[in-house]
């Protein structure tokens, strides 16, 4: 067994990485043809790290949509477990530093899943988000949603076929044709990725790489700030102007069909102190679902309110 001194699952809070044993630093990537920023983001489905980053990234879609190009890309966080590192050497080792995470980026986390039903790898959920990609990229950024609730507050072992159709069918996906891909082009192009991902030097996740056409880039390497990525946005687009969206929580379930209560705050402006309490209103107004963990909760939009 290899012995690394770092470890993919071990993520850290404080810089807000997954990062990749044996990598060295990324470099520049090149600059796409497009006039607006286009931003290629390295990711995981189990990386705790992007599940808390997922509140900066939904507010930078909303003011800043317009001018970017958000291209997710696999970065492969684990490929088996042929290693020991960072104090983890088995699936039940990341069950409390996921409990650990979940506290600091304030995002429901459930670790027990590596206790109850552990993954064996993250291979099969990044390869059948490549499949998605193929019939609609904006389904597969659904499903990929989809596939990090299951894990993170739902306990499933999204390395399973299961779970990944049941991901793809919420998402809108056609089931039959993803199975397909992933035996086929999906695989490819998770290859594809994994190699960009060496030559750029992507050794942790989220890597986020900000670059317009004149060549001017910027890298936002962990969960950073929401001020972070703003900031990245304007060092390779000055011009960029941020757009005011509607804040009320019909406009925000109507753009997003799940929030968390920091995801809610941050997108509203509703204080942290109160924005559990105003979707538990909601709850109790028959108009949102909510699905507790014992690390926080999740509100969902209810397909049919109560009467």
Known sequence: METTTQNPLLCDPESGVCEMPGATAAAPATAPAAQHIKIIYYTDPICSSCWGI?????????????AIDLDYRMGGLLPDWSYNSGGISKPSDVAHHWDEVSAFYDMPIDGDVWLEDPLASSYPP????KAAQLQDRTKAILFLRELRELVFLHKKNIA?????????TTAGLDVAQLQSDVAGQGKMLFEQDLALGRQLGVR??????????????????????????????????????????????????ATYASLTA????????TPRA??????????????????TTKNGALWKRRQTPAR
Request: glycine share 6%.
């Open 274 to 291: 109160d924005s559990e309490q105003v979707l538990d209103q909601l709850v109790a107004n028959g108009v949102l679902d909510k699905r």
């Open 160 to 168: 399973k076929w299961e779970q990944i159709a049941k991901a793809a």
């Open 262 to 269: 920091k995801e809610f705050s941050d997108l509203s402006g």
């Open 54 to 66: 997922e509140p900066q990234l939904r507010k930078l879609k909303l003011e800043y949509g317009h």
């Open 204 to 253: 942790g996740f989220p890597t986020l790489y900000f670059v317009d056409a004149s060549g001017v880039r910027e890298v936002v390497y962990g969960s950073k700030p929401y001020a972070a990525l703003e900031a990245a946005v304007m060092k390779v687009h000055p011009l960029a102007t941020k757009r005011a969206y509607a804040k009320t929580w019909e406009a925000l379930f």
């Open 126 to 129: 990044s390869i059948a988000f």
